[in-house]
């Protein structure tokens, strides 16, 4: 089964769980675009649009902005061919300040997604609350997944590899992913 890497904002920079996903895992994608630090909501759409339907029921692995990236795509195309999401530390864009690089991802979409997702939140997450997370697993319909005091689930958090996210993931699809390395 083939996993689509979707970062967060700034790409999920080297040493990030979502980089070492693809040393690990030869059926996993990167979704990349032009600019990590100002990603456009219209062209991040279409580089994920080209993506899905170049791959077979992919399962979507997103951080952060990639996550509420991922509600955006589902409330556009509910019929696309999507096994699953595991979508970590959602970015809450609603809380940014107008003038901020991604407040067009705002405001977030709160339709059931119409595929299984898991959705890992943090108890100390900066970019969102532990309220409006458990609102977007409620509203998305994700399984909830309480990580503890984790932090935004990134490389400065202390999540370089992070071997429960392959855990989590291959319970989404029906192949296991190899955490080693």
């Known amino acids: 089964m083939s996993r689509?890497?979707?970062?967060?904002?700034q790409g999920s920079g080297h040493g990030h769980w979502q980089r070492r996903w693809l040393d690990v895992d030869a059926d996993a994608r990167i979704v990349e675009q032009d600019d990590?630090?100002?990603?456009?909501?219209?062209?991040?759409?279409?580089?994920?649009?080209?993506?899905?339907?170049?791959?077979r029921q992919p399962v979507l692995i997103a951080h952060s902005l990639g996550a509420v990236l991922v509600a955006h795509y589902a409330r556009r195309h509910p019929r696309a061919p999507i096994a699953g999401a595991l979508l970590v530390a959602p970015a809450d864009t609603e809380s940014l300040a107008a003038d901020h690089p991604l407040s067009g991802f705002a405001p977030v979409p709160l339709s059931r997604l119409p595929f299984p997702t898991t959705l890992a939140l943090s108890r100390n997450d900066p970019y969102i609350s532990v309220e409006r997370g458990r609102l977007f697993a409620a509203r998305w319909g994700s399984e909830l997944i309480d990580l503890g005091h984790a932090g935004h689930v990134n490389t400065e958090s202390g999540h370089g590899h992070w071997p429960a996210g392959f855990r989590l993931a291959s319970q989404l699809g029906s192949q296991p992913i190899c955490a080693a390395a």
Do not use: F, N, S
């Open 36 to 55: 990590w630090h100002a990603p456009k909501l219209e062209d991040w759409l279409a580089r994920l649009d080209t993506a899905i339907r170049r791959t």
């Open 4 to 9: 689509l890497i979707i970062p967060g904002w």
